[in-house]
């Protein structure tokens, strides 16, 4: 079970607008910056999204992030068949001396 | 642009130590600017962090592993490596390594290696 909270699945139809979402607590997503990442099926993950909303160089601005108390979310908007992939979102927790976690991570499916 | 490579034994027995190297390229691993660590995904599941460390810092440990992992460094190949000790069927997965920008530590991974299976299996 992990401590970061994601559905695992979700879908949409080419052109629409899906969002995902990450629901920690205090010590991880509350007080820490959260990071989401894209894997595209037999590869190596690779970040979408870093510091709740930033996107790195190459990352198409249909992605976006945000992030409100304890909860985070991924939008995607006008989504493409090669957005189908899984997205795990990530956090620092501050208990137990800090430790990473990430959350099961959520299949994303382009009908 | 760094580069970061995993390798090491594809297969383990059951109860020995799994050990894997990550070789860091285009970067040094005692620069200031980055941390590095290792993250494993069982078959068909989800991402689970190991450990991370930053050079001239402290290292981290995922609790549920801390008591047999041990990360160390070769600066003089530029090389950091896992050692994941009494591992069991549970312990087979895609293991990779990965750098973070350093801005304290978080779970900010970018880039990762290509990742390698590492099976536990008689």
């Known amino acids: 079970q992990s401590v970061l909270t994601q559905p695992p699945s979700a879908s949409g139809t080419p052109g629409q607008r899906v969002t995902i979402s990450c629901s920690g607590s205090s010590s991880n997503i509350g007080n820490n910056y959260v990071y989401w990442y894209q894997q595209l099926p037999g590869t190596a993950p690779k970040l979408l999204i870093y510091k709740n909303n930033q996107r790195p160089s190459g990352v198409p601005d249909r992605f976006s992030g945000s992030k409100s108390g304890t909860s985070a979310s991924l939008a995607i908007s006008g989504l493409r068949s090669e957005d189908e992939a899984d997205y795990y979102c990530a956090a620092w927790d501050d208990r137990l001396s800090g430790h990473a976690v990430f959350g099961g991570g959520t299949q994303l499916t382009v009908l | 642009q760094l580069q970061l490579q995993e390798s090491g034994p594809g297969l383990v027995k059951p109860s020995e130590t799994l050990s894997l190297t990550c070789t860091v390229s285009s970067g040094s691993i005692r620069s200031g600017s980055y941390y590095w660590g290792w993250i494993r995904q069982p078959p068909g599941k989800g991402l689970e962090w190991i450990a991370s460390?930053?050079?001239?810092?402290?290292?981290y440990y995922n609790p549920s592993l801390k008591s047999r992992v041990i990360i160390s460094v070769d600066t003089s190949k530029n090389q950091f490596s896992l050692k994941l000790s009494s591992v069991t069927a549970t312990d087979t997965a895609v293991y990779y390594c990965a750098s973070g920008e350093y801005i304290g530590m978080s779970a900010w991974f970018d880039p990762w290696g290509q990742g390698t299976l590492v099976t536990v299996s008689s």
């Open positions: 460390f930053y050079y001239s810092g402290s290292t």
